[in-house]
């Protein structure tokens, strides 16, 4: 008999990647304890992904599985702002947010439980659960922002104390982020206006002005995608991306700074170190990958344009949903 928790909902974002979606499903039903929702919102709007989400929903009745399809493609940032949107209106007291290449652990929602519960009485009301790599190797993450550089502490403690639970955060990440409704309820559904990159590390230093944001010692999901490195050590790594990615990254810099400023944490001078450096970051991975002719154009045309939206007087954060 499936077990429902009636204060959960799920949203995922895929994009032409059914193999790894179906993988993502299969996790669902290996799952000890079940959402009451689960949103897809595809990207792709692709008619098998309509049958796979049918099929999951036979399958975890009476578990409402939403396919939602996305007229465009609107990146991550789109997806999870829509998805977001639609969670908050099912009445969903927390969001469970996650790409399509992951898989979460059977007994994930059982160990998010508690820390739901904490999470209302002690303001903890972004939680980020540990995650393994591909390879079951642990998997690091930078849970700290720097918020006057805009860019994250590349020295933050990896890995728990013994004893230790949980550590503080001021950001969040889309693969695994679990946010109460009283979020969006404030602060809106996330930024669709990035595409991709640095939407949900917006949009977990937004919530840490309105709560206190945790990173928590239990491991709940793991990725299921494979991806080019290079080693910095025994568990950071430097991963392989793409020309697209390297616009955004730039790009959304623009929008960063908007809300940064919007918040009282912008310094012009510290600001444009932090964009420097994450240049460097990014002319780094350029030489490591061999791909510097096509990859510097897509770094300096995302900060033209990322300049552009800085300068742009029309500019409004992202409503409330409440």
Partial sequence: MTTIDN?????????KRKALLQVLFDSYLASTRQPKDI?????????????????????????KVTWVAMTENTGGAGGFSKGVELAYQSGAEWI????????????????????MSRGVK?????????????????????????????????IAPAGFKAGETSRKMNTA??????????????????????????????????ASKITQPIIISDVLMQR?????????????????????????????RGFMAKYIQLNGDYNPLVWRLGTLLTLAKEIIRLFITKSFKSGFKALM??????????????????????
């Avoid at 204060?7 to 994009?15: D, R």
């Fill in 7 to 15: 204060q959960v909902a799920i949203v995922v974002v895929t994009y």
């Fill in 39 to 63: 949103f897809i919102v595809d990207n792709d709007c692709d008619p098998e992904v309509e049958q796979m989400c049918q099929v999951l929903g036979e399958r975890l009745a009476p578990v």
């Fill in 96 to 115: 469970w947010i996650m790409d399509d290449d992951v898989k979460i652990l059977p007994d994930a929602l059982e160990k998010l439980e508690p820390w």
């Fill in 122 to 154: 002690e303001n903890h009301r972004v939680i980020q659960c540990q995650r393994l790599n591909y390879d079951g190797s642990d998997f690091y993450w930078q849970y700290h922002f720097l918020n006057h550089l805009g860019i994250p502490n590349p």
């Fill in 173 to 206: 990440c889309f693969e695994g982020g679990l946010f109460h409704r009283s979020i969006p309820e404030t602060i809106g559904a996330p930024d669709k206006r990035f595409f991709i990159y640095w939407d949900d590390t917006i949009y977990g230093y937004l």
């Fill in 224 to 252: 299921t995608r494979s991806l080019d490195h290079f080693e910095l050590g025994k568990i950071r790594k430097l991963n392989s991306t793409s020309d697209m990615v390297r616009y955004y990254i730039m790009r959304n």
């Fill in 301 to 322: 045309r995302g900060m033209k344009d990322g300049k552009k939206e800085w300068k742009n007087s029309d500019w409004r954060p992202m409503p409330p949903l409440k």
